[in-house]
């Protein structure tokens, strides 16, 4: 597109981004433009409420969850950097990429697509993921006919699974013991257009 | 049960047998007829003084045989159709098209046993101006556009470069297998071997779609097998017909030019035939524009100018097929703004059954036609090798092609995908018509090709039909690992499903193409201008129209109803507020794709897989359960839940339901969070308030939302109505520390779905509960308990909304709220702003009145002794209020209880001196309850008030219903 190299001079710090998140020039340049699409007062931030307009998100159970996500200790704004930083952690990892033990874990590893999810479920922010905490995700993620009862046994019997220390919440530890066997890199991970 | 199926489908099979002699004896007749054609007139003149004489009745079956003998057929093929799906196993294992080749078969064989003559075939003439039409402008018309243009790159590949391949390499490797002198001493040359190759190669749209709508595959491949089966058709039929006159020419007579105009002509035969499609269709969408006042024969045009450009097509030997997919796909959108509701759903059924009757009618000649010994010759090693071949080719062309595709695609055809693409290359019934149409004079094998097709449709429907559903069903199983997900991976998996969907939503992954874009624009800008009716411009602008329909339909009714009872007990029937999102989702096709790309072969048989697995790795019953509800409840990522097309049925898009539910409930919760951050402030001075402007804030919010506040939002009684259907609070949990606790919790919380008055009860549960400090983090369950006020407002905001839609839309454009929504949200927005407004300027308003706030404290006193009067009918338990979640359950009975209401006044006249009796017995429980509940202590009642309170707007005074329904009974 023509304005291509236009809006990369508007990102500040190109350099720092692309180190950072992995991402291409075009890359960041489709999500500058997703960006300012987004952010409907150009105010060069972005709100909730900017958020909120995303139609989508409004029919996803944790579309609010992942808002929230956005705007880590009751920020109000978010800045291109951040959002970005965020959109990173979602990049498919690369497989055969030779680990270097001295290079930063990179943004998009397993841990932190981990840690995303986690934060979802840990309102409160404490490391653990109670009951409490796990019934509302799940009411949220189940249909409306589900019965409070059910919904508690589940969320116990969830817990009971994941929980190796019988403290009655599971801790990220256990939360990604508990998902060892997932193909994490691939069911967290988005082909992000060029 | 199980015999009684047994027995019906016996008494089917009867019926049919039946149908099949009689079938035979027209024929039998017609023979006999032919075969004495002399008898009929030596009869005639024998009898000819008898001529002039008036018959009162006489036999004519020579005047009706064809059309009588036709519909016959269609009969038979109908009632066979019902017999086979009587049985549902049948039809699960065997594909539909196979029993129908059967019966064709089968009726063939009686047919000919009795004639010894095909007199029914399927000929290219039937086939392609009469069933073929249908079922492509329904294919077209069904076409779920969005994916099909997201995929056409992939499409045109397989249709144009697929075909082509399989042409060519078939013919070729043919040619050289007969170079070779395997298949003996036939009379054709490369030309002709490459015309059977170009009849034969095409992938047939009827034969796929009947076997892939029985195997569920996922999104992806489906649209790309359909569009490729669809438009191969054309191309098949372009190739066809180059070949042919290549061959008509003669090998020796064809100069370089000539295969240089082939392919010019491929292309334009092509792209001609798109062209005159979509302007066909564009002309459809115009005409249909105007055919308002001609509701009646409104669907005929959809028809009728369809077949007209499907027969224009051919006239100017474009490509037909073609043609009419493409006017199908470019009239879909404007003849479904424009018709009206019935009109379109008669286009639907019709199409459909158009289809699903000429699809029946296809494979039933196609087993009736394989019955004529003069069409058969065998040649072992030509139709073997012709077999080997076009699956050779067919799974050479798909490999290739898929791996250079997926380059380019975002959404990746796997392994298994491309398994299945190449496995259902069924051939059929075009390929058929196309050998049976060409002439022995130039193609001295005809026979041969003849055989040999039918012997290759016979095998890949019926051979290939038969396996592909377990072929995938074992794939799915070997390439899935056996292991059964434990809980926690079931649940987060779903759960990153979920965020995955989000994120893409958010960084906008998809959507963002460029010619999608333009086009769009293009159409809102010129076409949808001209091609669309005014009202139908409207409503497209608004995402929400049939939303809107749906509404102005139900307040119409609404005002109807209340009419013809002659009183305004409509009011109250707050259950059957109907919220419907089914409005067109544009928004949601163009969404997450990731779901698809990481399932994008695993929606194959899933649930069967799970269920598999599942048994054999049995735990305990109780786990079972849980897994199953997982299974069933757990919101599926937007995506999956899409399903395409089917020939025989209408698809119902179920994923409305979820969307609806999941959308309630985000609104619900950010209404609660608006509140909770936007009124934060009001609430700080509402503390500082005193009791008196509380009481008199009271007594405006049941008043004035009924009349001066009519701006309830749509939303927010879609709300109301999941209510009682999910108590479902969020944190509950954290709040049930005590029963007195929890119900002053429910009651002080912020209902969204009463606007004004719980905010407005929420001060003196503030007050009362200190120590709670603001509670925007948490989130909110609604309260169960609703005031009864708060009913009685709800069906007038309703039916006022839509008189204030408009003027309503412009105060908040942008506060919050999902794009397609934008409607809905401006109300319930705006409403809150006037909840806000109209309270502070209420409250400076009535402050002086300081004997208003009894008035309100006793009004709930009376509400609260009247549920308890009604569900607990000893009175004695009214005495003993302890139970104060009693009352919760009662109030929530009464919600759901509140449907038909009689009217109001008179019950009222009625009630008074019970309510006051009541009150005044049970006052000092009534008392109890108002300390716990943090309301003031209510005055001794007194008969003034109430009448005072007769004196306000009827509406916010009503009794609950439950009440008046005892009033009635007296």
Redesign the interface.
Known sequence: MGSYSSHLSKIEDLQGIIQETGFTKAHICRLYDRFEELDKNNKGTLSREDFQRIGELAVNPLGDRIINAFFPNEKQTLDFRSFIRILACFRPTAKDKTADPNAPEPINSRTNKLRFAFQLYDLDGDGKISREELIQVLRMMLEAQVTDDQLESITDRTIQEADLDGDGAISFEEFRKSLENINLEHKMSIRFLQ | AEVMGRARSVVGWVLLTALAVLLCCPAALSSLDEEHPDSDTEHGESHGGNETGFHIVSFHWENVQTPYVIALWILVASLAQTVFHLSEKVTLVVPESILLIVLGLILGGIVWAADHTASFTLTPNVFFFYLLPPIILDAGYFMPNQQFFRNIGSILMYAIIGTVWNTVTTGLSLYGVFRTGIMGNLDAGLLEFLLFGSVIAAVDTVAVLTVFEEIHVNEALFIVVFGESLLNDGVTVVLYNVFNSFVAVGAGNIQGLDYFKGIVSFFVVSLGGIAIGIIFGFLLSLVTRFTKHVRVIEPGFVFVISYLSYLTSDMLSLSAILTIAFCGICCQKYVQANLCEQSIITVRYTMKMLASGAETIIFMFLGVSAVDTTIWTWNTPFILFTLVFISVYRVIGVVAQTWILNHYR?VQLEMIDQMVMSYGGLRGSMAFALVVLLDLKHVHEKRLFVSTTIIVVYFTIIFQGLTIKPLVKWLKIKRSQQ?E?????K???????????????????IG?N?LRDKWSRFDKKYLSKIMMRKSALISQDNLLSIFRELNLKDAISYLSEGERQGSLMFMHSSNDVNIDFTGPRY??ID????AV??ESASDVCLDMKALENRVKSLKDQ??IV?HH??QQ???KP?KRYKLNYSRHKLVHNEGVK??K???Q???K??LENLKSSKLGANHNIAFKNTKKEKGAKKKHSDAVPNRNLPTQSLALHADKD?QD????Q?????QGESNEKSVSDVEGHYDPSDGGISFLITPANNESDETRTGNSKS?PSPPPLPSPTTLDEKPISRKDDHVSQEDLSSEKP????????QKTWMQSYTSLENVESQVSTVSEHVAAQEESSTEIVLKATVDKTEEAKLNEDDHSTQLDREALDVKVQCAETLNEELEDNCPKDAALQEQKPLIIKDSKMHSAAAKRVQNRRSFHRPKPLRYPVLQKLGSLPVSCHIPPHSLEQEETQF
């Not at chain 2, 969020?730 to 954290?734: D, P, T």
């Open positions: 975002v292991k997900p434990s809980l926690n991976e649940l987060h998996e779903r759960a990153f499903d979920h965020i995955v969907s989000a994120i893409e939503d958010i960084s906008g992954q963002h460029y928004s949601v969404s997450s794709i990731s790309l990481r109780e786990e849980t509800t997982l409840l757990l919101y937007r979820q969307d539910e999941i959308f409930q985000t609104m919760k950010r999941t259907v999910q108590p479902g969020l944190i509950q949990e954290n989130i942008s506060r919050i709220f999902p794009s397609y929504l």
